[in-house]
């Protein structure tokens, strides 16, 4: 290698370590802020109904749904399931939902007719027209949630010019230690990233851990038909409302993401459609998240520090990304009061994310619940052949 050129390299690494490592304390302080927000409270309490599109018996899927099934809400609510499959496995589940609550308002959707691309939308195509009630709140079927997440949900959307209300997540492992992998990245990646995105004005979020809107603003955006060739659907619904002129809101309420990856191939194949959504929504945003690497830029510095003979430089870039990033970790257990007994594994999970992070910009085709979907420029997909049997 040439000298000059592995001594710029040097510098280089050096600075996005450096540069990292501030990146991670701030983000702690900003975690430290969401603590202490306070929760909306409602004081009026319109009808509302819930929409879950389901596709197989996932792991904890009965404890996800159930925590939808009881809740502290003093209107009248609504709950929605969708399959597609007439022999889905979900259809049990929701089954035994309905004899533990059978006071609660629930319906199935059984619609094996495919409306577009993405899967998910396909299935809120078809649970559209069964819509009771005047707000509509869509949650993925891996999201649990408390007893009063309807009621504070609500309470942030009934604010002036809001038209729509997301949430934050953290995640759940369930399982060994893909699951957990999987879960530190929700918890000390995605979370703080986005909380960070926030206090900056960057970030425009919208998720499918919790979308919630008027169903006249459904109405005014085109309703879920418009989005059904979006890989980030979630990301497309906040913009289209933003386009009305209405407001996009995040309350600092945090519900759950079950984490169930049980091998390192689930893992890689979810992290890359998630990272490959994240680059389709934001090309730019994404590239800006290199600085969110400190420890492989650090790894880099202590292999090229040695031309100089500053091995100790390199050392100690290592051991400040560890301890930044460690700081971090520990102050999101803090906030979310979790138990901190994953940080041994920080150093895995956070070059795991940078192997992902590389990647993603070299991928664009994803699988999405058996079926590979190609990725076009503008974020839209294209499926490749037929659904796994």
Not at 9 to 23: F, S
Not at 35 to 41: F, M, N, R, T, W
Request: glycine share 8%.
């Amino acid at each position: 290698m040439n000298l000059a050129y592995a001594e710029w390299l040097l510098i280089a690494c050096i600075v996005m370590a450096a540069a990292g490592c501030v990146y991670a304390l701030g983000a702690a302080l900003a975690m430290r802020r969401l603590a202490a927000e306070s929760v909306p409270v409602g004081a009026t309490f319109p009808g509302v109904t819930i929409l879950k599109p389901l596709a197989g018996a996932e792991a904890s899927l009965y404890d996800n749904l159930a925590s939808f099934c009881t809740q502290h809400y003093a209107g009248q609510s609504q709950l929605l399931f969708g399959v597609q499959d007439p022999t889905d496995a979900a259809i049990e589940i929701v089954a035994r939902l309905r004899a533990k609550w059978p006071d609660r308002d629930v319906e199935l959707v059984v619609d094996s007719g495919t409306h577009g691309p993405n899967p998910k939308v396909s299935n809120l195509v078809a649970l559209q027209g069964h819509i009771r009630h005047d707000i509509v709140i869509l949650a993925d079927s891996d999201i649990a949630v408390t007893p009063d997440y309807v009621s504070t949900i609500v309470a942030a959307l009934l604010r002036p010019n809001v038209g729509l209300v997301t949430c934050l997540y953290r995640g759940a492992a369930q399982g060994g230690v893909w699951a957990r992998l999987a879960s530190m990245a929700i918890d000390y990646r995605f979370l703080p990233d986005v909380i960070v995105g926030l206090e900056l004005g960057l970030a425009r979020p919208c998720f499918g851990s919790t979308v919630a809107l008027r169903r006249a603003t459904l109405h005014a955006i085109g309703g879920f038909e418009a989005f059904l060739d979006h890989l980030a659907d979630d990301n497309a619904i906040g913009e289209a409302v933003r386009a009305t002129g209405m407001q996009v809101v995040v309350p600092p309420y945090i519900v759950v993401h079950a984490c169930s990856e049980r091998t390192a191939g689930e893992l890689l194949a979810h992290e890359l459609r998630w990272a490959r959504t994240l680059r389709a929504v934001s090309p730019l945003g994404y590239a800006g998240l290199v600085i969110t690497h400190p420890l492989p830029f650090a790894l880099i510095a202590a292999a090229l520090s040695g031309i100089d003979g500053l091995g100790s430089l390199g050392v100690g870039m290592i051991a400040s990304s560890i301890a930044c990033r460690l700081v971090l970790q520990f102050q999101i257990d803090h906030t979310l009061r979790m138990s901190s007994r994953r940080w041994w594994l920080g150093p895995v999970r956070d070059m795991l994310s940078f192997v992902v992070y590389v990647a993603s910009f070299f991928v664009n085709v994803v699988s999405w619940r058996g079926t590979r979907y190609k990725v076009r420029p503008d974020g839209t997909l294209a499926p490749l052949g037929k659904p796994k049997a």
